[in-house]
Structure formats: C-alpha cells, structure tokens
C-alpha cells in the first residue's frame, strides 16, 4: 500500500514499504518471536501488545483485584496505570513493561498471570484504555505490532496484516517446550487444556474476540521453523515494495 510523500509541492515519492505490520493470532502461535525478528529486520519498533494485558493482569492481582468479578475495578486500573513500555529485554522477544520506574517484566510470564490474562483482557474498559495507549504508540512511527485485535480493531488500516495460526497440539508443544526450559513443573496435556481454554475466552469474548480480519494473510506456522515463517511474511513485504 501506498504512503504519500510528505510535504505538498514536493515531488511525491512513493513509499511501498509498509510502515505498520500487524501480526494477530492465538496464544503461543511465535507471534512475539517472529514479530520482533521481522521488527529487527526492518528496523522497525516493535510492540507486542499481551504484555500490556499481562501488566494489568499482574497488577490487579498484586492489589487484590478478582480478575473475573471485579469490573469496575479493573477497569479503574487500567485507566490510571500509566506503564513504559519497551523493546524486549537482550535473549527475549516479549515487551518490557516498567511501572514507575518498576520493572515487571521478569512478572508477566507467571503461571497466576497466564491464567488469569484473559479474565482481565475480556473486560470492555480495559480493552478500551489498552487500544488507546496503542494506537497513540503506533503514530509514532513504523512498527510491528502484535496480539489479538490489532488487524481489526486497533489498526484497521494497517498495511500489512498477518495472522499466525497453528493447531493447538503444535503450539501446546512449543510452549511446554519453553516452559519446560524455564523449569516450570507442568506436563504438555495441562499446557494443552490451558491453550483451550484461553482460545476459548479469547474467541468468544464479546468485545474485539480473536479473529483475523477479512485482508489479513493467515499464515499456519504448523510444519515450519521460526526462520521459514519469518522470511516468509520479509518475503509478503519484499512483495509489496
Ligand atoms: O499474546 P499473549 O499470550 O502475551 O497475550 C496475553 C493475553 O492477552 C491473551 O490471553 C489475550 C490478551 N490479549 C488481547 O486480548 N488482545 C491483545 N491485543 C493482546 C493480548
């Protein structure tokens, strides 16, 4: 898709880069790690939109909030946090989140966040604070951005929307592959009934459930590696220049 030349007068000079790529998916899909690949790549910022999920997750549970019966506090939260987020830390590919100068990063990956992340996501006004914090992130320049929403409800006029999908089973092993390396004590069955569950949650909620919009490229990554699918989407934006 084409973006204008700036500046009225000048010669318009056409740029078929896309400046925004969305990459939208289920949970455990590689969206993170072959966001922040491509991001890289291209020179790209990068954000990865859970982790803003996973910060007030975390948060609420810190202060006591019950992430499935407490809307109106959630929704308070959520409209007063006022986080900083960043590039993933050196070896990871998620977000960093800093609260007031607090670093939560090494916390969002928490068995208690996981499961609660997609009680909180599903509640309309926190949605509704999280979209606006990303969409004023992403006027700020080109950028990769990952989650749930992003190609049809956040950025919808995004250039470059990507959905990554994979059954279940594959990414229930990938996962329990990761968890096993950090050393987290659960089988692959439990990280299967987990990935269900929050599919589950995550397509029927009703405000912006998980679905690809209808001009998104679903990619199903079962079968490649991490490089086959990043060079494939560097292969849909080679494409479009
Ligand atoms: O991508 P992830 O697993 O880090 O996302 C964590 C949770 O946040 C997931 O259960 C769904 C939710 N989420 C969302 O609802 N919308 C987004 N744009 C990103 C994540």
Known sequence: MAIQGPQAGQQQIEQTIPRTVTIDGP??????????RIAQRLGYDFLDTGAMYRAVTWLALERGIDPDDDEEALAKLAADVE???G???LGEDESSILLEGRDLTPYLRQAVVERAVS???RVPAVRYEMVEMQRRLAAKGPLVITGRDIGTVVLPKADLK???DASPEERARRR???LVAARREIT???VLAEIHRRD???QSRSTSPLRPADDAIIINTDGFTLDQVVERILDLIRAER
Do not use: T
Request: net charge negative.
């Open 27 to 36: 949970s455990a899909a590689g969206k993170s790690s072959v966001g922040y």
């Open 83 to 85: 986080f900083e987020i």
């Open 188 to 190: 692959q069955e439990e």
């Open 176 to 178: 329990y592959q990761e």
């Open 119 to 121: 009680l909180v996501s």
């Open 162 to 164: 990507i959905y990554l």
């Open 200 to 202: 589950r949650i995550d």
């Open 87 to 89: 590039l993933p830390p």
